[in-house]
């Protein structure tokens, strides 16, 4: 272009006006730039990092790596201390809470959950008194009648315990009785726990039909049951079941 | 207040994107490079204008002396002189003159934008923002902080300046 008017170069200066930016190119520019305040904030302690303060950074991770294991692995020692306890032992409440916990999650119900516990704590005694941990023995004691009371309270505000429990429960009275050197029939806590088993077998039983001499074992077994002689009672409906 | 904020400059961003666009390509040798300084330009105004957005009366003038800024940053950082090759024609079409007229002006843009980067940097401005943006001369002169009627003076010498530079060319 040799000559030009200024008309015509104003004309020509116009045209840049339909100059404009690639239309994508524009709406991702805007899109980055608006979300990126929050990059910014994030990334603005990032850059001031120094090697130091990423070395102090790695160890002090570690070090908290480090805290959480020894944490766990004394929770862990903890517990596996306390499944060897017996009651009157410092760790022994860690163990029933472990227990707890345990019955929690296999999602035991409330009546075979008493019974367990009860069965666990008749052998904590059997073991105390086997190993001659006399220092034991009225802690153990006290550990027995506690849940024998839970159970006895279990047992008579259920409605659904099946055969399988109450011989459950027959079966670690009988372990109590044999532990040599500690009767505790007498005791009101074991001596509620016989009387709601036999009321519970009596009610059972008299709904049941049975033979005559059978009959007369249970009308044996519940003048005992009235004497509250419920030990002698319970023996006396074991043999209808026999 | 933070989507308050976002919401403004979504605006500005729309009402400007274009205009500095076009600002910065006339100034520059390619689409890629006024992307770029584009680019700088709007994120540096995000992140000035997220802490003094109550201070920023006119974001246009105030987007403006980002991208004056950031053409001269390029150039310094390039080490390049002002005369440089252009290797995009834009593809563009002038519905206000003739036919004859268009196709000389349509062929002639590499030309004009060549010529208008030899140009002094303030009559580039001034030629960019009125003939391209239709500001008026007293806006440029708040732009400029330049009284109108030496604007005024400078629009019609650069525009001669840009004759000469085409017509030497």
Known sequence: MTKITQKQLIESLKQFKEIKPRKEWAVLLKSQILTEKETVIVSV????????DAIASVFSQRKLA??????????VGVFGFAQHTVPGDLLFPVRKVAEQSQAALTGQSGLKQSVANLNNRINDLVQVAKEGKKANIPSAIDEIKTDASYLTKSLKSSKTENSQTIKDIVSSLKTLADVPGTDLTATPA????????????????????????????????????NQGKYTEALEKILLIGK | ???????????????????????????VDSQEVAEDITSKVFTKGWESYQNQSSEIKNPGAFLYQIARNAVVDHY????????VSVDV???IADPGTNAQDMAILSADVSNIKKAM????????????WHYLEDVPIADIAKLLNRPAGTVRVMLHRGLKDLKNIIQES
């Open chain 1, 45 to 52: 302690p990032a850059k001031r990092i120094n090697f130091m």
């Open chain 1, 66 to 75: 480090y805290s959480f294991a020894v944490v766990l692995f004394l929770i």
């Open chain 1, 190 to 225: 074991i001596k509620g726990l016989y009387q709601a088993v036999v009321q519970s077998q009596i009610v059972d039983l008299q709904e049941t039909t049975l033979a005559d001499e059978q009959k007369e074992t249970l009308s044996q077994a519940i003048e005992l049951y």
């Open chain 2, 1 to 27: 207040m933070t989507d308050s904020i976002n919401e403004q400059f979504g605006q500005i961003y729309d009402q400007y994107i274009d205009k500095i666009y076009r600002f910065v390509y006339v100034k």
């Open chain 2, 76 to 83: 310094r950082d390039k080490g390049r002189t002002k005369t």
């Open chain 2, 89 to 91: 024609s834009p593809d």
């Open chain 2, 117 to 128: 980067q030899k140009l002094e940097k303030d009559h580039q401005d001034i030629l960019i």
